[in-house]
């Protein structure tokens, strides 16, 4: 099975609104954290956003914030007031607690910010 | 501070030769991931260090891959006998920490052309 899952594969949001891109992840760890990177077509991965799996709190950084539901093991990334800059691939990614100490990374979402 | 960097940004070379791809950590950070990553694809675990030790290599597709970190800081990504499918990009990162709620840093990458 996946580890992380990214079902849009691309998206498209108009400059100023908000944007979710999804991702649901698999692990039978207690302890592990969440993070979300954003790639532009420079190809530098560029850390946004991390959750750990005990926060009870959303985590935001500026325009970002973590929509995290550890029931349903989802973990979107919300993007509001959407700038042009923000046209970019986007990966979820998931590290796990228990020993296993590498990173598991999504398939990656291309978003497109329309002007 | 500075961040993670990678040298050469690009290498070309031919099928059968052999490649050494460069990373310098973030300094302090204990840890160093290299991953591959495919067109379209989100980055592959290859291996990690933790100081000086290889603490994971099971990325490693097969013996024409090893890297070092002699040292405990540069590490040294090699690649013999090169075939055309190792054509990829080469990132590298580096974290503080290897818990859970360590975040990985990339470099800006080492794309790799085996004609």
């Known amino acids: 099975a996946q580890k992380i899952t990214q079902t849009q594969p691309g998206m498209f949001v108009q400059e100023k609104e908000a944007v979710t891109l999804d991702c649901t992840y698999d692990t039978s760890d207690q302890s592990y954290g969440l993070f979300w990177y954003k790639q532009p077509s420079s190809g530098e991965m560029i850390f946004l956003i991390y959750q750990g799996s005990y926060d009870e709190q959303n985590a935001t950084e500026g325009r970002y914030s973590l929509n995290f539901q550890k029931a349903r093991k989802s973990a979107n990334l919300v993007i509001s007031a959407s700038q042009l800059g923000d046209s970019a691939m986007y990966f979820c990614a998931m590290r796990e607690g228990g020993g296993y100490q590498k990173v598991t990374f999504g398939t990656g979402t291309k978003l497109q910010v329309i002007p | 501070g500075a961040g993670v960097s990678q040298t050469p940004s690009n290498k070309v070379t031919e099928k059968g030769k052999y490649v050494e791809l460069r990373c310098d950590p973030i300094s302090g950070h204990t840890a160093l991931y290299w991953y591959r990553q495919s067109l379209g694809q989100g980055p592959e675990f290859l291996i990690y260090?933790?100081?000086?030790?290889?603490?994971?290599d099971s990325g490693l597709p097969n013996d024409r891959f090893f890297a070092v970190r002699p040292e405990g800081s540069v590490s040294t990504l090699k690649i013999q006998r090169t075939e055309r499918g190792d054509s990829a990009v080469y990132l590298c990162a580096s974290s503080l920490g290897v818990g859970f709620t360590d975040t990985q840093y990339f470099g800006p990458g080492t794309r790799l052309t085996v004609l």
């Open positions: 260090f933790q100081g000086t030790g290889a603490a994971d």
